[in-house]
């Protein structure tokens, strides 16, 4: 089992529609989960950090982190054709290095 | 302020040529990393370099080597390339593992396959 699971998708959505890419992980250790976004022939881009539990909000985008069931989402609202990309979902314990999820590709059509 | 850059984009080698590709951060960034990344299997670590002077294995080492030129750059050379070494490969680098959360900057890719 890899310690961290992400469904690969494709998703595709219509313009304005909610989103919701979601990542479990087994490893109790994490504090530090991420959000990249990467678009196609590109090197992936830091979107949203979180440290612990909670929700963090940015515009359109909503981290969140449930460690009780270890489990964390992106909830992207308003969906644009912009937001189409591969999201990957990344995680580490205090200075560790980072483990990331395959990544969901994400389409947004007009 | 170029960021991340890698040298080449793209490149095609036969089954054991040997090839080093090139990484370069203008951040003043300690640490660097090397990822390869594949359909369905994300970013995997190849090497890093926590700071100037030392090399850590990743997840996937095998069939790798790297070198920590200066602070600035971060080099990955495969020796004998095989087709299963056929990816995408992601430099990227961050200001200081140890502390806190760990956001990496990351390049543009190097796209090569093996025949």
């Known amino acids: 089992q890899k310690e961290v699971e992400q469904d690969p998708g494709p998703l595709s959505v219509p313009e304005g529609a909610i989103v919701s890419l979601n990542c479990t992980y087994s490893n109790s250790a994490f504090q530090y989960f991420m959000w990249y976004r990467q678009y196609s022939r590109k090197g992936p881009e830091l979107l949203m950090y979180t440290y612990s539990s909670g929700n963090k909000e940015d515009g359109r985008f909503t981290a969140q982190v449930d460690k009780s069931s270890k489990y964390i989402s992106l909830f992207i609202r308003d969906s644009q054709p912009s937001d189409s990309a591969t999201y990957l979902c990344?995680?580490?314990?205090?200075?560790?290095?980072?483990?990331f999820g395959q990544g969901t590709e994400l389409s947004v059509k007009p | 302020n170029a960021g991340v850059t890698q040298t080449p984009k793209f490149q095609v080698l036969k089954t054991g040529q040997s090839m080093t590709l090139q990484c370069a951060q203008d951040?003043?960034?300690?640490?660097m990393y090397w990822y390869r990344q594949d359909p369905g299997m994300g970013l995997r670590l190849i090497y890093y370099?926590?700071?100037?002077?030392?090399?850590d294995k990743g997840e996937v080492p095998n069939g790798y080597n790297v070198s920590r030129l200066n602070k600035r750059e971060f080099s990955l050379r495969l020796e004998s390339a095989a087709p299963s070494q056929t990816s995408v490969y992601f430099c990227a680098s961050s200001q200081l593992a140890g502390v806190n959360y760990n956001e990496q900057f990351f390049g543009p890719g190097t796209r090569l396959t093996v025949l």
């Open positions: 990344a995680m580490s314990w205090r200075g560790g290095k980072l483990i």
């Open positions: 951040m003043n960034h300690n640490s």
């Open positions: 370099s926590a700071s100037e002077g030392t090399t």
